[in-house]
């Protein structure tokens, strides 16, 4: 069964615990790669192992950053009254993509699935109770996944966030039912932001 040994074998190996990445990419990105100039190749390791050590969360909103703020958040121009929940640094990045939202995040990293056993202390629900306490905020749009989970995180959030008179929105279901929101183009994206509805 084992075509490669040594260390043919370990990187093919390596590559193949990539997400998204099969045994036939991995042996094709394997091959790639050893045939890369040394050069090249010191330069992709360098920036995976830079990036790793880096990259952080945002203080404020837990996105990525590579310092104590994300831009989003060190950008004085931005709506600080508004946030928006997503569950993913991915899917903000689907919103800035955009450039039409001027408020600014709040990254959950997860979202809630008793199936899971991911409860709500295993997600920054507490950091965005805590910015509501500390910040001025007019409105929390919730822009979950419309996933199962999704959904059960939504109601969630609003539930605990009405007893604040905070008003608590929800991006409207214009996106398809399981669709990660990176996949949604950002017409799509922007429709449902402008038809979102009260919670
Ligand atoms: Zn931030």
Redo the contacts with the bound molecule.
Sequence with gaps: MEIYSGQMGRLIEQLGKLPGIGPKSAQRLAFHIINMPEDQVQHLADTIVSARKKIRY?S??W?L?DEE??P??RNPRRDTKTIMVVETPRDLAAYEKTQKYEGVYHVLHGAISPMLGIGPSDIRLKELMVRLQDEDVEEVIIATNNTLEGETTAMYISKLIKPTGIRVTRIASGVPVGGDLEYIDEVTLLRALDGRTEL
């Design positions: 945002c404020k909103c996105n950053s703020l994300c989003v958040c």
